[in-house]
């Protein structure tokens, strides 16, 4: 069993996903202290993320213990409800179908336990006229607007870098996991708590969603300009291209002093957000004909002396070379037995008194299936006929 440590360390959680939405969910409790115990298949969840000794995989399921488990088989299920009867969480990222069909759905788990808190995760929800869809990030990232305001301006539709709909949908269902364990101290009940890629995606529009709900503006693609706040860019330097992010008029008139041209900020085309955004390729123009004569380093110390927001645009490499990135201590190294010490990413997020931690690499398929058995009371010829009758 993983260490008693960390302010979730009084939660068992038991988790039936797979690929990366429900994934990241759970790795959100597991890094703070939560009791992880990742149900697989009996031949294992490779393939479903990434393969188990690759980088995607192992960043997922750190933290946790694996019970391979054949939950189609009568042995299989009557294992999981007993885990159900003592867990506080499980979560899960089936179709919205499939949990019916094994009878692992929310009413059916409650009547076992009813503190359970159930999350499910989807592609577009547990009901509606999508419900039976397969959901994907990059169809989610289409439907939910992203990819039209991603990108250069008439590029046409553009994917965002990362799944950040897969991403986001699990750390929602992770703060809506806790805040049911928060109400369950209440109430002594669980709930089912939901959540979607597709929802997800449009919640992370934020503001670019509120300018067609609210003002009744389709938003475009802007490219590395920021949609409203003007000058904010990429702008090329002698030896490469850095952000500059110049939004509102004080910012403003420090960059042009630290570009050494302080007329710009009372020039008619720029003296206002508004004049700035209908110039707003006159101004970037100026600006990099500036930027092109020192080196980015250069530009970054000066433009952050005076207090205008800038910084380097980094390959991964050099993402973790940076001493600041390296103070926040955000990789940490876990020993596997197979890979050896391995890095992998960690919380954003800090607590002064308990913190986060990786404590344990991502198992074997199955490596704890013995152990967590015995915890459920089942004798070492039990365990041994599951074995044979394959259902672990």
């Known amino acids: 069993m993983t ?23 759970v790795r959100q ?21 990434g393969e188990r000794h690759g980088p995607d995989f192992q960043n997922l399921h750190r933290n946790k213990r694996s019970l ?15 885990l159900v009867a003592q867990s506080d969480v499980v979560v899960e990222n089936y179709r919205p179908d499939v949990k019916f069909r094994l009878g692992v759905d929310y009413e059916s788990l409650k009547k076992i336990n009813k503190r359970i808190v159930y999350a499910s995760i989807s592609g577009f929800g547990q009901d509606g006229p999508y419900r039976d869809r397969p959901g994907f990030d990059q169809i989610a990232q289409g439907m939910g607007g992203l990819m039209s305001i991603t990108g250069l301006p008439g590029q046409g539709p553009v994917r965002v870098g990362i799944p950040v709909a897969d991403l986001t949908a699990g750390i929602f269902a992770a703060m809506g996991i806790l805040v049911a364990l928060l109400e369950r101290e209440q109430s002594g009940e669980g709930q089912w708590v939901t ?3 597709l929802g997800a995606q449009i919640a992370m529009l934020d503001f670019q969603a509120a300018r ?12 590395n300009n920021h949609p409203t706040s003007i000058p904010t860019g990429v702008f090329q330097t002698a030896d490469g291209h850095i952000n500059i992010a110049a939004a509102g008029n004080d910012i403003y008139h420090r960059c042009c002093r630290a570009l050494g041209v302080p007329e710009l900020a009372t020039d008619p085309r720029f003296v206002t957000g508004k004049s700035r955004l209908e110039n707003r390729d006159t101004l970037n123009g100026i600006i990099e004909a500036i930027t092109l004569k020192q080196t980015s380093a250069a530009w970054i110390e000066k433009l952050n002396g005076e ?4 910084g380097p645009i980094y390959k991964m490499n050099e993402v973790f070379d940076d001493p600041q990135v390296k103070h926040l201590g955000i990789a940490r190294t876990v020993h596997h037995k197979i890979l050896g010490d391995v890095e992998v990413i960690g919380q954003a997020i800090e607590l002064s008194r308990t913190p986060w931690s990786v404590r344990s690499a991502t198992p074997e398929a199955g490596e704890h299936t013995d152990t967590v058995l015995a915890e459920l009371g089942y004798g070492d010829a039990e365990i041994a006929a599951l074995h044979t009758k394959k259902v672990v």
């Open 307 to 310: 207090g205008v927001p800038c």
């Open 195 to 197: 959540s979607s890629l």
């Open 212 to 223: 067609w709900t609210i003002a009744k503006e389709v938003p475009g693609q802007a490219g």
């Open 68 to 82: 391979t488990l054949n939950l189609k088989a009568p042995e299989g299920l009557e294992i999981l409800k007993r």
């Open 29 to 49: 409790l597991a890094d703070w202290g939560a009791d992880v115990i990742k149900i697989e298949a009996p031949e294992g969840d490779a393939g479903l993320g």
């Open 3 to 25: 260490d008693p440590q960390g302010p979730l360390a009084r939660f068992k959680v038991i988790d039936l996903t797979r690929v990366r939405a429900g994934p990241t969910a």
